[in-house]
């Protein structure tokens, strides 16, 4: 339980920055590593 709470509360964190990336992790493999790379492109685009 501490450590959903402690997550969660990062994981705000780093949205408010919007600079958390979330990615399905029940899809097949080629498509979570297709999202990653996209949205690590998407990221860079940015900067």
Same mark, same amino acid.
């Given at each position: &339980? %501490?450590?959903?709470?402690?997550? =969660?509360?990062? *994981? /705000?964190?780093? *949205?408010? *920055?919007? +600079?958390? &990336? =979330? +990615? $399905? /992790? ?5 498509? +979570?590593? =297709?999202? +990653? %790379? ?5 990221? $860079?685009?940015? %900067?």
């Amino acid at each position: &339980m %501490v450590y959903h709470e402690q997550s =969660e509360q990062l *994981k /705000g964190f780093y *949205k408010n *920055k919007g +600079i958390c &990336m =979330e +990615i $399905d /992790g029940t899809l097949p493999l080629p498509t +979570i590593t =297709e999202r +990653i %790379v996209t949205s690590l492109k998407q990221a $860079d685009e940015s %900067v």
